[in-house]
């Protein structure tokens, strides 16, 4: 059963809301502001102000500012601070020209004259307001990355940042400039982020192990991925690199504050966010993704650009059960996921992991008294019991963190809302219910079902409706867990001689897809009593004609 998040808006707010001009705000006049949002947001760029979010992008680079964005932008900061007013004074002091240092650089211009990050123009001189062109800012990314830059390959820095994976192609020649701005050198900075450093790991992968970033932001804003429980890896090896818009800005505020069970946040207005329903889509979009949020239940949003949230538990209750969710998962998948599994094992792992051990809450279903539990992944995997939302939830968490790509589909399915998951195998989409899988008796660990596992859109659409536009279509087979696993029978004749010759082998217990989809040339009544009849056994048997699964157990 699917629960419907509910959107509320007072009347007064949607008057309020509505009855202002309508003015469709423009998209900034700056090409990387959205990635300046970004990484300040992960503590990588201060900007002009040590209170607020001003990035002050149309500023001239020279070194002094270059060599302060950088420092932030590598994690520096710290040890920069731990410079005493006497180190920065000595280590500046042979410089004629370090008073006109701006007071807010001295300390990164000491650093980086101490640790070699950068040397005088002269014996004498530093130039702290030189402008710095696009070959020399990327030749500095280039050595924080840990590459040695001499003079030969000086001049095509800027190819070689490209090369490392911190440009796309296209972004070579238009940072090849004589004077750059402070908005180029966040886009280069940016870029940089999904280069491969001199111990091949890419730098936000680096900058995740020194705990200059928190893993849980880089998952996310996407900028990585698991491909096994523990193990990450930049989510920008064989794409382009990943630019966030002003539609990310507003999704980054509403998912920290999700997350987090805030109840109110102040909503920055841009073109993502000018209409209720914009808001409306982004929040919609959070919750889909990001299945570790937890009791969200609606919103409202008055004119002056205030969100505020509701759930249906207070936010110590949240936190706990998002503390102990956290905790579960990682220790299932230190039990289920070995290291030299392949993603289909994986998927077969979580998929009975949770067959075996949730329960589908019918006695709140039949009660009409469904816990909010029951609808989460906390509920699946902490408390055993769970309906769709929470099957759904839980296997999105456990694939996504096992390194297999899954999202969440919502739907209806016999007339009910109904939520299940789309699984992505060698680049191919597959519908997965585990919900239906699932034979609610309580004795699971034999009866296991694979009839929804990795099916296409035609087969599901039988009993399940969905909104097609707005999710990946599904058409392969080859990792159906029956075609995979070879359980395929071509018609009534080869399902009898497959099952006999399964007896004979010592199995009891068969299970076979039936390829033949007329239901006038398959009668399982009849398959069943051939079968009793050569064997001399009792059975008991059923027959999905949805996805025309045959199963059978002999006494």
């Given at each position: 059963m699917k629960r419907k998040k509910i959107i509320l808006a007072s009347i007064l707010i949607v008057i309020c809301f509505f009855s202002m001009a309508h003015v469709s705000l423009a998209e900034s006049a700056y090409r990387y502001?959205?990635?300046?949002?970004?990484?300040?947001?992960?503590g990588l760029f201060a900007g002009a102000s040590a209170d607020r979010f001003n990035p002050d992008l149309g500023v001239k680079l020279d070194r002094q500012i270059g060599i302060t964005l950088l420092l932030n932008f590598f994690g520096k900061t710290p040890e920069v601070k731990l410079l005493s007013s006497k180190d920065i004074n000595e280590i500046l002091s042979p410089y004629t020209d370090e008073h006109i240092i701006s007071k807010w650089a001295r300390p990164y211009m000491a650093y980086a004259l101490k640790t070699g990050m950068i040397v005088g123009t002269s014996s004498t001189t530093l130039s702290p307001q030189n402008k710095l062109d696009g070959v020399s800012f990327a030749a500095m990314i280039l050595r924080q990355l840990?590459?040695?830059?001499?003079?030969k390959e000086f001049i095509d820095s800027i190819q070689i940042l490209s090369d490392k994976g911190g440009l796309i192609a296209s972004e070579v020649s238009f940072f090849n400039k004589r004077e750059l701005i402070k908005d180029d050198?966040?886009?280069?900075a940016y870029g940089s982020?999904?280069?491969?450093c001199d111990n091949e790991k890419s730098l936000i992968e680096n900058l995740i192990s020194s705990d200059t970033v928190s893993l849980e932001t880089a998952l996310s804003y996407n900028l990585v991925r698991y491909y096994n429980p523990g193990s990450i890896e930049s989510e920008n090896l064989n794409s382009s690199i990943k630019r966030p818009a002003g539609y990310q800005?507003?999704?980054?505020?509403?998912l920290e504050a999700l997350l987090s069970a805030k109840t109110s946040i102040v909503l920055p207005k841009n073109e993502h966010t000018d209409t209720f329903e914009e808001i409306v889509d982004i929040v919609n979009t959070c919750l889909r993704e990001n299945p570790e949020i937890l009791y969200y239940s609606s919103l409202t949003y008055n004119?002056?650009?205030v969100l505020t949230f509701k759930y249906s538990k207070d936010a110590e209750t949240i936190k706990n059960h998002k503390a102990k969710l956290e905790e579960k998962v990682e220790t299932i998948l230190s039990e289920i996921i070995k290291p030299d599994m392949t993603d289909f094992q994986k998927e077969i792992a979580v998929h009975d992991y949770l067959v075996k051990n949730c329960e589908y809450d019918m006695l709140g279903y039949k009660g009409?008294?469904?816990?909010?539990?029951?609808?989460?992944?906390y509920g699946a995997l902490c408390s055993g019991v769970a309906v769709c939302e929470g099957y759904s939830e839980a296997a999105s968490i456990l694939l996504n963190r096992s390194g297999v790509k899954a999202k969440i589909i919502t739907g209806k399915s016999k007339g009910v809302g109904h939520a299940w998951n789309l699984v992505k195998l060698d680049d191919e989409w597959y519908h997965l219910d585990i919900t239906w899988n699932d034979p609610y008796q309580t004795d699971k660990k034999s009866d296991i079902k694979y009839h929804y596992f990795n099916i296409t859109d035609s087969e599901i659409s039988q009993d399940h409706q969905w909104d097609k536009d707005k999710y990946e279509t599904c058409t392969a087979t080859k990792y159906n867990y029956y075609k995979y696993n070879n359980l395929i029978?071509?018609?009534?004749d080869e399902f009898i001689s497959r099952v006999i010759e399964e007896v004979q082998r010592g199995n009891k217990e068969i299970a076979l897809q039936i390829l033949e989809s007329d239901p006038q040339k398959f009668d399982m009544k009849t398959a069943a009593k051939t079968l009793v009849n050569k064997l001399f056994l009792g059975c008991s048997y059923s027959y999905n004609e949805v996805v025309r699964v045959a199963e059978i157990s002999f006494n």
């Open positions: 502001e959205s990635e300046a949002w970004q990484l300040y947001r992960m840990g590459y040695t830059v001499d003079r050198a966040v886009g280069m982020l999904f280069a491969t800005h507003a999704y980054d505020l509403i004119h002056n650009g009409n008294s469904i816990k909010e539990e029951s609808f989460t992944a029978a071509k018609n009534q």
